[in-house]
């Protein structure tokens, strides 16, 4: 063979090999080969089986596949020169403890077996581990799953870790062995102690995982926690080193929790909550961060805001006890947001009564409430109530319990509510001052019985067995309630129960009056009601269909009623919408007092044959037939009779009345009004303001009332002499110089130049000119209109003294 020549066995025949004078690499097969390697730097891989090997003259290597020799047995010879014994491993042959007492026995056996030259003598060396023996080796050579080691003891080294997590939650991995020394291999590793926190997995392998958890939550941004553990590690030989991992954990930010807090204030108290105390069960796992309150909002049943402190400023709606609410959002250093709810128990504080409008809220207890003067709102809840009205138009609602309610002087309106209650206006006080029992939150029917002094009423448990005293206007439920008034009822504002009022509310009532009962429709639909007093049936939009008796007397809609009057004398108190009201038989009144604007009525020359349409003072036109009497309200009003016997009231403003034909009365009420009886005696009441009064034809009755008011004869026919054709002023009011007050005006029937001659003891003296004089026993002023000597025209001027008689009482010119 050539130099370098390579010669290979069979795999599994057994060979002889000879090499050569060259450097030769012989392989043997899985037989029992023998092979030879003779001269030259040979290297001789046996391969499996019972093999012989010689490497003769030169610096050999020989190979021991140890895997491919688990049975066999070898024997090696390395020959004369500088020859190399290569073993190679596994791993896990490697770390057999027998193989490692093998490899140091033998590498004391060539230390002690070479010579001072260098070679080993020709003693053998049996390796326990296999089957193997050797002689004339001088140097050993191991690699390990392809890796060279060097066969000779070397130490262990363990390196310290440091590894760092990228949040203070992130679990981290990494490997123990990657920077350690272990020449000649691990062969165990062990956790000698572990991290104080965190969870850590440590492999057999040295590779770990560290899982902070929620162990370091406390680290804020930028802030970092050191943990660590320590591990040894052992090599194959046996040798052993300590090393420490250090773990830095990195902190990130955890955002706050807010906690929902609990806290109380009295009714109509400001409550102001510190910062700090908001903040105090509020939680955020960063230890070192601050928090703050970002802001305050979603209030319920009250109003919030920070102020420039910082801290929370809570008002209760006013009036209001209960459960309130708002809701506030806190702030990290980092700006990471929270949000909690703030219930805030506001407690009922009785309020205290003032003068003026109240809302005043009991307890529930037994509460005593006088709300004093004033419009007030009264709620007595639960308890035993005593409550008082006072002064004003009042709202009083007793609420659960057996309760006591005085509305007092107004036009009040009492809730009862649940328990048996007993409900009065007080004294007795007149037409301003109307007291009502509303029972529309009744959840079934009611009945009502007035009569005598008291009434009662009852109901179901939101009502009870209730007892009214001195009460005008009952409100219905919205169900089949009936009502009765008969005639010994007293218990209203009005002497001998003289006005009474039912408004039944939805269902299908019935109503039995005492002949001066007034139903009331005010709580009707858009559809109005139809109310007919001939058939006693009243029908509407929301109000049922009523079944009555006894009445006399209605309170429209604010929508378009028709009314269908009967053979009685009644009483239509109208509103809104058109109206078409047929008064028929009896002395019948259209009333609008409650008109927002002007009222003109004129019910033409006949109207108990000609309909008359009317604007009705709310913006409707109401069409009148077999109406007598009409009252308009504060607006500046015109009221014309026909010929029939009427009366004309007007309410404030300034009004125009003129009775026309009948026996009419006029009544002017407040403002300069304008009063004209025309033909018949009439009687005729301008009240308050500066009026102005015409009887008219025939003998009329005059009052001026209060005011600067002038009385005005156009002709001596309009106050004519003789007892009972002659004009009566009962107030007239003379001055005395320019002091006059009221006035007579006769300048349509005076000539020449007028003088009041003095008592009735002077004659008239024929001149051509107007005079007049007066008796003062008689109280009869005599004028001599046309200056012929004789009285033309008499006026009864009572409570007049002559003394305060003189011309400048006369309207001449």
């Given amino acids: 063979m050539s130099k370098n020549s390579h010669a290979q066995g069979a795999h599994s025949r057994a060979h002889m090999l000879f090499g050569t004078r060259k450097d030769d690499d012989l392989s043997g097969g899985?037989?029992?080969?023998?092979?030879?390697?003779?001269?030259?730097?040979?290297?001789?891989?046996?391969?499996?089986?019972?093999?012989?090997?010689?490497?003769?003259?030169?610096?050999?290597?020989?190979?021991?596949?140890?895997?491919?020799?688990?049975?066999?047995?070898?024997?090696?010879?390395?020959?004369?020169?500088?020859?190399?014994?290569?073993?190679?491993?596994?791993?896990?042959?490697?770390?057999?403890?027998?193989?490692?007492?093998?490899?140091?026995?033998?590498?004391?056996?060539?230390?002690?077996?070479?010579?001072?030259?260098?070679?080993?003598?020709?003693?053998?060396?049996?390796?326990?581990?296999?089957?193997?023996?050797?002689?004339?080796?001088?140097?050993?050579?191991?690699?390990?799953?392809?890796?060279?080691?060097?066969?000779?003891?070397?130490?262990?080294?363990?390196?310290?870790?440091?590894?760092?997590?990228?949040?203070?939650?992130?679990?981290?991995?990494?490997?123990?062995?990657?920077?350690?020394?272990?020449?000649?291999?691990?062969?165990?590793?062990?956790?000698?102690?572990?991290?104080?926190?965190?969870?850590?997995?440590?492999?057999?392998?040295?590779?770990?995982?560290?899982?902070?958890?929620?162990?370091?939550?406390?680290?804020?941004?930028?802030?970092?926690?050191?943990?660590?553990?320590?591990?040894?590690?052992?090599?194959?030989?046996?040798?052993?080193?300590?090393?420490?991992?250090?773990?830095?954990?990195?902190g990130t930010n955890d955002g706050p929790v807010a906690v929902a807090d609990q806290t109380a204030t009295d009714e109509n108290q400001q409550l102001l909550i510190l910062a700090s105390d908001l903040l105090a069960n509020d939680t955020d796992a960063d230890a070192n961060d601050v928090l703050t309150i970002q802001s305050v909002g979603n209030p319920v049943n009250g109003f919030v805001f920070l102020n420039a402190d910082g801290n929370v400023v809570f008002t209760p709606t006013p009036g209001f006890a209960g459960e309130a609410t708002f809701d506030y959002s806190i702030l990290d250093g980092s700006g990471v947001q929270s949000t909690a709810t703030v219930s805030v128990t506001v407690n009922d504080v009785p309020d205290l009564p003032t003068p003026g409008d109240d809302v005043l809220i009991g307890t529930a207890d037994n509460d005593t409430i006088d709300a004093l003067a004033g419009n007030d709102q009264?709620?007595?809840?639960?308890?035993?109530?005593?409550?008082?009205?006072?002064?004003?138009?009042?709202?009083?609602?007793?609420?659960?319990?057996?309760?006591?309610?005085?509305?007092?002087?107004?036009?009040?309106?009492?809730?009862?509510?649940?328990?048996?209650?007993?409900?009065?206006?007080?004294?007795?006080?007149?037409?301003?001052?109307?007291?009502?029992?509303?029972?529309?939150?009744?959840?079934?029917?009611?009945?009502?019985?007035?009569?005598?002094?008291?009434?009662?009423?009852?109901?179901?448990?939101?009502?009870?067995?209730?007892?009214?005293?001195?009460?005008d206007r009952i409100f219905g439920s919205d169900?089949?309630?009936?009502?009765?008034?008969?005639?010994?009822?007293?218990?209203?504002?009005?002497?001998?129960?003289?006005?009474?009022?039912?408004?039944?509310?939805?269902?299908?009532?019935?109503?039995?009056?005492?002949?001066?009962?007034?139903?009331?429709?005010?709580?009707?639909?858009?559809?109005?009601?139809?109310?007919?007093?001939?058939?006693?049936?009243?029908?509407?939009?929301?109000?049922?269909?009523?079944?009555?008796?006894?009445?006399?007397?209605?309170?429209?809609?604010d929508y378009g009623d028709t009314v269908i009057g009967s053979a009685n004398d009644e009483q239509f108190r109208m509103r809104g919408g058109d109206d078409v009201i047929d008064g028929g038989g009896g002395i019948d009144q259209a009333r609008y007092s409650s008109a927002t604007g002007d009222v003109i009525a004129d019910l033409g020359p006949d109207n108990q044959t000609t309909a008359a349409v009317i604007q009705d003072g709310f913006g409707g036109n109401d069409t009148l037939i077999g109406i007598e009497n009409i009252r308009s309200g504060n607006g500046d009003d015109q009221l014309f009779g026909d010929v029939h016997r009427n009366i004309l009231q007007a309410g404030g403003g300034d009004d125009v009345l003129d009775g026309r034909g009948g026996h009419d009365t006029l009544l002017g009420e407040g403002g300069n009004d304008h009063l004209s009886g025309g033909d018949g005696s009439d009687f005729l009441n301008g009240q308050d303001g500066d009026d102005v009064l015409i009887g008219g034809n025939h003998s009329d009755q005059l009052l001026g009332g209060a005011g600067s008011d002038v009385f005005i004869f156009r002709s001596s026919e309009e106050s004519s002499v003789g007892q009972f054709i002659r004009d009566v002023i009962w107030d007239f009011e003379a001055g005395t110089g320019n002091t006059a007050v009221d006035r007579l005006d006769i300048s349509s029937l005076a000539t020449g130049m007028f003088d009041f001659l003095g008592a009735e003891t002077e004659t008239f003296s024929g001149s051509g000119n107007t005079e007049a004089r007066f008796n003062n026993q008689t109280k009869i002023l005599e004028i001599d209109a046309d200056g012929d000597t004789q009285a033309d025209m008499e006026i009864e001027l009572q409570n007049v003294d002559i003394a305060n008689l003189d011309n400048d009482d006369f309207v001449t010119s």
């Fill in 378 to 471: 009264v709620f007595g809840l639960a308890g035993q109530d005593t409550l008082f009205g006072g002064t004003g138009n009042d709202f009083i609602d007793g609420g659960d319990g057996d309760d006591f309610i005085d509305l007092g002087d107004g036009n009040d309106i009492a809730v009862g509510g649940a328990g048996n209650d007993f409900i009065t206006g007080g004294a007795q006080a007149g037409s301003n001052d109307l007291n009502t029992a509303s029972y529309s939150g009744a959840t079934a029917a009611i009945s009502a019985v007035l009569s005598g002094p008291l009434g009662a009423v009852t109901g179901d448990d939101s009502v009870g067995t209730d007892t009214l005293g001195v009460v």
């Fill in 30 to 250: 899985s037989g029992n080969d023998r092979i030879f390697g003779r001269r030259g730097d040979d290297v001789i891989d046996a391969g499996g089986g019972d093999d012989r090997v010689r490497g003769g003259r030169g610096d050999d290597t020989v190979v021991y596949v140890a895997a491919e020799n688990q049975d066999g047995y070898d024997r090696f010879d390395g020959g004369p020169g500088m020859d190399t014994l290569l073993l190679e491993l596994t791993g896990e042959e490697w770390r057999r403890p027998e193989v490692q007492s093998d490899i140091r026995s033998f590498l004391q056996f060539i230390a002690d077996n070479t010579n001072p030259f260098g070679q080993v003598n020709g003693r053998k060396f049996q390796f326990d581990a296999f089957g193997l023996e050797v002689r004339h080796f001088e140097n050993l050579k191991i690699v390990v799953d392809g890796i060279e080691l060097d066969p000779a003891d070397e130490p262990a080294v363990a390196i310290d870790d440091e590894v760092t997590t990228l949040a203070e939650d992130a679990a981290v991995s990494g490997s123990v062995l990657d920077n350690d020394q272990i020449p000649d291999l691990v062969a165990a590793l062990e956790l000698v102690e572990g991290p104080a926190r965190g969870a850590l997995q440590f492999n057999n392998d040295g590779t770990f995982t560290f899982d902070p958890g929620d162990a370091f939550d406390e680290l804020g941004v930028g802030e970092t926690a050191v943990e660590s553990f320590t591990y040894r590690v052992t090599d194959v030989d046996g040798d052993t080193d300590v090393a420490t991992v250090q773990i830095i954990v990195t």
């Fill in 479 to 557: 169900f089949d309630d009936v009502f009765t008034v008969d005639g010994s009822w007293s218990g209203s504002q009005f002497t001998g129960g003289a006005y009474n009022e039912i408004q039944g509310g939805g269902g299908d009532d019935l109503i039995i009056g005492n002949e001066i009962t007034r139903l009331g429709y005010l709580d009707a639909g858009p559809g109005g009601v139809t109310v007919d007093f001939i058939n006693g049936i009243a029908t509407g939009d929301g109000v049922g269909t009523d079944t009555f008796s006894g009445a006399s007397q209605l309170r429209g809609s």
